[in-house]
């Protein structure tokens, strides 16, 4: 069983920065591909950003290409998400997502996560 835990989440003005981290319990975090998702109040919950085991590999929603950064620290069990020039429309629960599957690439899609997060909470104001 992993447990995940999400920090970093607040308010920010638009175009200011946040850093998302997601720690993760279990020595095996290392072969886990992990992503980040993110849901608006009455939307349905969309995919952000993915990494793989390695953190060779990225992969971005187009909404967020160019602006936020996923990276990882295996040694820490940790997964980050450098958000910059936020908007309001970035305002969500943001959650952090792992798949045990050790797949060598990426995972895009929420039923490829085994574990979830409780999320926190990103408002942008304008």
């Known amino acids: 069983q992993v447990q995940l835990v999400e920090s970093g989440g607040g308010l920010v003005q638009t175009g200011g920065s946040l850093r998302l981290s997601c720690a993760a319990s279990?020595?095996?975090?290392?072969?886990?591909?992990m992503g980040w998702f993110r849901q608006a109040p009455g939307k349905e919950r969309e995919f952000v950003a993915a990494?793989?085991?390695?953190?060779?590999?990225?992969y971005y929603a187009d909404s967020v290409k160019g602006r936020f950064t996923i990276s990882r620290d295996n040694a820490k069990n940790t997964v980050n998400l450098q958000m910059n020039s936020l908007k309001p429309e970035d305002t969500a629960v943001y959650y952090c997502?792992?798949?045990?599957?050790?797949?060598?690439?990426?995972?895009?899609?929420?039923?490829?996560?085994?574990?979830w997060g409780q999320g926190t909470q990103v408002t942008v104001s304008s």
């Open positions: 997502a792992a798949d045990r599957s050790a797949r060598k690439g990426i995972a895009i899609y929420q039923y490829d996560y085994d574990y």
């Open positions: 279990g020595r095996t975090f290392s072969w886990y591909a």
């Open positions: 990494i793989s085991w390695s953190g060779g590999n990225t």
